[in-house]
Structures are given as C-alpha cells and as structure tokens.
Antibody, heavy 122, light 106 residues
Framework: QVQLVESGGGVVQPGGSLRVSCAAS????????LHWVRQAPGKGPNWVAF????????RYADSVKGRFTISRDNSRNTLYLQMNRLRPEDTAKYFC???????????????WGKGTTVTVSS | EIVMTQSPATLSVSPGERATVSCRAT??????LAWYQHKPGQAPRLLVY???TRATGIPARFSGRGSGTEFTLTIISLQSGDYAVYYC?????????FGGGTKLDI
C-alpha cells in the first residue's frame, strides 16, 4: 500500500538548520508531486511547499520562502525539506503528503504520512 | 491567499446521530475542495475530494456538498471511529490553504 514515512525531526536552536526526509513506497514515485504540510500544536495544518514530479519546479508558502528548500531524489524515492534560519514559530509537526497529480494544479492531496516533530527552541 | 473558515470548532454529537461541518472560502474555488479526517498519532485520511466525491474505501455515511464558497461535510449514523478532527483544504490555487479544523467528540 502507499506509504510515506517522515524522519529527521528534532530540537534545534533558533537560527539553526535541519533537514527532514520522507521515504515513499507503494506507488510510482516519479509520477506524482509531493508536499510538505506542517501543523503547530493546537492549530490547523499549514501548507509549506510543493515539488512537482520531476523536481524541476517548486512552490513555497511566503512564511518559509528563502529559508526552506524542498527537493526530491527520484532514484531513492525520497522527499526532503531543508530548513535554514529556523525560528520558534517553525515549531510544528511536519507531514509529507502526496499529490494526486504530477504538477499539482487543481489536484488534491490524497495520502499523508504520520509526520515528524520539529522544535525550535533555545 | 484564500482563507478557509471552518465551523464549528468543536461539535459534540452522540453515536448514531448526524454531524455537519461547514467550510467557507473567501473567494470562489469552484469544487476544488477536499475533506480529511485526522486522529491523534495517525496520518490524516482523505475522505472527500472535488467537494462531493468520496475517496476509495470511504463509507457512504460520509457526504460532501457545495461549490463556489460554501461547503459542508455530513456524517450520518456516527460511529465511535468517527470521533476525530476534520479539516477542509482548498486546492483551487496556491498557496494551498486549510480550514482551522473541527473536533468531533461525543
């Protein structure tokens, strides 16, 4: 079955960096776009970033633009989120999510992982 | 960006009864809306997409309606496994935006 497993979360100081990963299985990885979505404690989800199926194009929420980079390794079926210049407000559970399409336009998220927790604190 | 306002924030419903969750968009999104169920420690699960199409394996007790800016998710004959948090998501445009969530409890 389709599975997304996030890893790499942890505690990091403000201004620091962290990379979280998402290992995918159960579907043809190269055929689908992928998202990162985060959820702060007690809050609703917030979309963070999207990368299309071949990694050639990506989109970001304004709150992370210039600090976060989404990427994928199609040879390893793995999605990444490199997070730099982290702030306390980046503290959240980070979910990897699969889009229903290659390019992401007018298609929904159909599968999620369970998430990995990132805490930004001194 | 499109703001999705979900209501109510909390909904208390007895088993066997009906629950209705609403989601309102600040601008037209046609039918580009999905609903998800999220239980603690689990991956969110897709329930409905295209505002009214049930995802694979989702029972007919779950139904979505709406278009434009007003949407509802209705769950009839509530079962113990339905008690969770429900979110709407608009995918009409970037950035994708979610509702704040509705916690359904007994």
């Amino acid at each position: 079955q389709v599975q997304l497993v996030e890893s790499g979360g942890g505690v990091v100081q403000p201004g620091g960096s962290l990379r979280v990963s998402c290992a995918a299985s159960g579907f043809t990885f190269t055929n689908f776009g992928l998202h990162w979505v985060r959820q702060a404690p007690g809050k609703g989800p917030n979309w963070v970033a999207f990368v299309q199926h071949d990694g050639s194009n990506s989109r970001y929420a304004d709150s992370v633009k210039g600090r976060f980079t989404i990427s994928r390794d199609n040879s390893r079926n793995t999605l990444y989120l490199q997070m730099n210049r982290l702030r306390p407000e980046d503290t959240a559970k980070y979910f990897c999510a699969k889009d229903r399409s290659m390019m992401g336009n007018l298609y929904h998220i159909d599968v999620w992982g369970k998430g990995t927790t990132v805490t930004v604190s001194s | 960006e499109i703001v999705m306002t979900q209501s109510p924030a909390t909904l208390s419903v007895s088993p066997g009864e009906r629950a209705t969750v609403s989601c309102r968009a600040t601008q037209n999104i046609d039918d580009n809306l999905a609903w998800y169920q999220h239980k603690p420690g689990q991956a969110p699960r897709l329930l409905v997409y295209g505002a009214s199409t049930r995802a694979t394996g989702i029972p007919a007790r779950f139904s979505g309606r709406g278009s434009g800016t007003e949407f509802t998710l209705t769950i009839i004959s509530l079962q113990s496994g339905d008690y969770a948090v429900y979110y709407c998501l608009q995918y009409y445009t970037w950035p994708r935006t979610f509702g704040g969530g509705t916690k359904l409890d007994i």
